[in-house]
């Protein structure tokens, strides 16, 4: 069972206010996430520092986001729902520069309650990369990051490798590393992910490369223990 039963209305309450698309990311993510809340918080914690971190990069987020506060902004009272015209980018500023977080009843949260929210400002800046990027970035991948102790560089290197290639979801990379595809698929898919990891670390043998791409593995697996 998810720990996120006791606050059934939360992805109700996200569908009215940021739509039904992030909306749906964030209720995978957080139903996805290990039932125990301290292994809850490490695991968003950890997708969340990647997903903010790339999009300093990318010139699409301040350092050092808070991520939770842009998600408990997003789910104030007072706050605006995002508009159909507007882009995750355009409503993210908005939440950054004219919505001021309401600081009391952020700290009388729950822990529950601050991990949907740190889901929910994941979820949107994922988002804000897929707009920017091209590049689809489904729960299943962000989950992923956690799973494979992903860095930055290494998913930014993705997106753009993948890109090159003409795949637009790192839900491949997701089915690559989880052994979940055709076997033509894995050549194809797994020689893009070499590619990415030759470019990032020049120095690395084909040896090297295939030690990497086993630990991803390995680690993606030992998450699911």
């Known amino acids: 069972m998810s720990l996120f039963t006791s606050i059934g209305g939360f992805i109700s309450l996200a569908i009215s206010t940021v739509g039904p698309v992030i909306a749906t990311v964030t209720d995978v993510l957080i139903n996805k996430l290990p039932p125990?809340?301290?292994v809850a918080k490490v695991t968003i914690a950890a997708?969340?520092?990647?997903?903010?971190?790339?999009?300093e990069v990318l010139d699409i987020a301040p350092?050092?986001?808070?991520?939770?506060?842009?998600?408990?902004?997003?789910m104030q009272e007072d706050t605006r729902p995002k508009m159909d015209e507007e882009s995750t980018q355009e409503y993210l500023?908005?939440?950054r520069n004219d919505v001021k977080l309401d600081e009391e009843k952020y700290m009388s949260m729950s822990e529950t309650e601050k991990i949907a929210c740190e889901a929910l400002g994941t979820s949107m800046l994922a988002k804000s990369i897929e707009e920017?990027?091209?590049i689809e970035l489904p729960p299943e991948f962000l989950l992923t990051i956690s799973k494979s102790k992903l860095r930055y560089e290494q998913v930014e290197k993705f997106i753009h490798t993948f890109s090159e290639n003409e795949i637009?979801?790192?839900?491949?990379?997701?089915?690559y590393i989880s052994n979940n595809m055709s076997e033509t698929e894995a050549v194809k898919v797994g020689g893009v992910v070499k590619e990415a990891i030759k470019e990032l670390s020049p120095e690395m043998t084909d040896a090297?490369?295939?030690?990497?791409?086993i630990a991803m593995k390995r680690d993606y697996f030992s998450e699911n223990d």
């Open 36 to 38: 125990a809340i301290e």
């Open 168 to 175: 637009y979801s790192m839900g491949e990379f997701t089915k």
């Open 47 to 55: 997708i969340s520092v990647v997903v903010s971190e790339l999009c």
């Open 93 to 95: 500023d908005y939440l």
């Open 132 to 134: 920017k990027t091209g």
């Open 63 to 74: 350092p050092n986001e808070k991520v939770d506060e842009l998600g408990a902004k997003a």
């Open 208 to 213: 090297d490369i295939q030690k990497e791409i």
